[in-house]
């Protein structure tokens, strides 16, 4: 197979051999060139690129031939560039295989990398990137955080609109490619380019992230997504009113409320079970916030266990490490010596800022004693000179 090899070759005579090349694969492609131009011939060798997706060429051939076409787009100039990167993106997306899309991500990247960091197209480009990747099972080769992917268009920073796609498509790709965590943090990142005005737009993207945080069995502190605009427009609704309970109720009030709405909750695709181990989990937490000793019998009525459960609970909460603290089975007692707060709200950090500034008071003090110290040290010594 003839694949077009270009070194030191014009665009124009770039342009000519990838028609020729296309029309012996089968393409719809006349070989001459177009009497409008570079750009209609771009657009037309664009159009038919994805024919070498099944004209038997190797993988090789087809990233040689789709790399000479990124040579051409990175070089090109005109009105209709950007519309000609988008429809080469959109090609390469469709890759009929795992192999080929492997090829397609090899020269999306290029094709990034091409790009001028101010060229508003490099969103463009990206976008693609995350789902070839993300569908060949590489995410990890273009997405490490949001705060990275944000970084990469500083000097061209993309609309709302376009940052809500980007949130979405990496939401599905994470949850695709098995990191549910960072797709959960990609979902709050996404509720949080909403306001008051358009929350309602994100109904059905708040309701999933309520859902996946609550089944989610290592996510315990859910007071957070209370403040996100799309999860306030839903107050006053089952799934609101659910979260609060995660958020501040007792074992005892998620018990009514699923004794009052099983089908509900089933509904939500959630387990019954693993809620109540979770909401036993967040009580103990509750109720250890200031306690430093607790009796194994007010645990066992609290979270409705037998008597023989209790140490086996017990063990459960020391392992999610939220709570620390010490067993004493001859006592029956459990010695707490900290819990992660369950809520964290402004009395909270009021608390912190006195603890800290009461810290860096009394270093003051003690920086300003060794001093003084060092200072008479320093004289004594000068005296008996």
């Given at each position: 197979m003839n694949v077009p090899v270009f070194i030191d070759i014009t665009?124009?005579?770039?342009?000519?051999?990838?028609?020729?090349?296309?029309?012996?694969?089968?393409?719809?492609?006349?070989?001459?060139?177009?009497?409008?131009?570079?750009?209609?011939?771009?657009?037309?060798?664009?159009?038919?690129?994805?024919?070498?997706?099944?004209?038997?060429a190797t993988e090789s051939e087809v990233e040689g031939v789709l790399n000479g076409i990124v040579s051409m787009l990175a070089l090109v100039e005109g009105d209709k560039r950007e519309e000609l990167i988008i429809s080469f993106c959109e090609k390469l997306s469709?890759?009929?295989?795992?192999?080929?899309g492997l090829v397609c991500l090899k020269v999306l990247w290029s094709l990034?990398?091409?790009l001028?960091?101010?060229?508003?197209?490099?969103?463009?480009?990206?976008?693609?990137?995350?789902?070839?990747?993300?569908?060949?099972?590489?995410?990890?080769?273009?997405?490490k955080d949001m705060s990275t992917t944000k970084n990469m268009f500083t000097k061209t920073p993309p609309t709302n609109d376009q940052m809500?796609?980007?949130?979405?498509?990496l939401h599905e790709m994470l949850l695709l490619n098995g990191k549910s965590d960072d797709a959960g943090r990609v979902m709050i990142e996404l509720l949080g380019t909403y306001t008051t005005e358009n929350a309602s737009q994100a109904r059905e993207e708040a309701q999933r992230c309520i859902i996946a945080c609550l089944a989610d069995?290592?996510?315990?502190?859910?007071?957070?997504?209370?403040?996100?605009?799309?999860?306030?427009?839903?107050?006053?609704?089952?799934?609101?009113?659910?979260?609060?309970?995660?958020?501040?109720?007792?074992?005892?009030?998620?018990?009514?409320?699923?004794?009052?709405?099983?089908?509900?909750?089933?509904?939500?695709?959630?387990?019954?079970?693993?809620n109540v181990r979770k909401m036993k989990l967040l009580s103990?937490?509750?109720?250890?916030?200031?306690?430093?000793?607790?009796?194994?019998?007010?645990?066992?009525?609290?979270?409705?266990?037998?008597?023989?459960?209790?140490?086996?609970?017990?063990?459960?909460?020391?392992?999610?490490r939220l709570v620390r603290a010490k067993i004493s089975q001859g006592d029956q007692l459990v010695y707490v010596s900290s819990t992660m707060h369950r809520t964290f709200g402004k009395g909270d950090w009021h608390?912190?800022?006195?603890?800290?500034?009461?810290?860096?008071t009394n270093l003051s003090s003690v920086k300003e004693h060794l001093a003084h110290i060092s200072s008479t040290q320093v004289e004594l010594m000068h005296k008996k000179n």
């Open positions: 665009l124009e005579e770039q342009a000519g051999e990838l028609r020729k090349y296309f029309k012996s694969q089968g393409a719809n492609i006349s070989e001459e060139r177009s009497s409008e131009g570079l750009e209609d011939d771009l657009k037309k060798i664009v159009e038919v690129c994805d024919s070498c997706f099944t004209a038997g469709k890759a009929p295989s795992h192999q080929l990034f990398m091409s001028e960091d101010n060229s508003i197209m490099r969103f463009h480009v990206y976008y693609y990137l995350v789902g070839v990747a993300g569908r060949t099972q590489q995410l990890d080769t273009v997405y809500q796609s980007l949130y979405r498509l069995p290592n996510t315990f502190l859910l007071d957070h997504l209370l403040a996100l605009k799309p999860v306030k427009f839903l107050e006053g609704e089952l799934i609101h009113t659910l979260l609060s309970i995660f958020v501040g109720e007792q074992l005892d009030a998620y018990l009514k409320f699923y004794d009052k709405n099983k089908d509900f909750v089933t509904g939500l695709g959630l387990k019954h079970e693993d103990f937490m509750q109720m250890a916030e200031n306690r430093s000793e607790i009796p194994f019998s007010e645990i066992r009525d609290a979270m409705q266990l037998n008597e023989d459960e209790v140490e086996e609970f017990l063990i459960d909460v020391i392992k999610t608390q912190l800022h006195t603890l800290l500034s009461g810290w860096k």
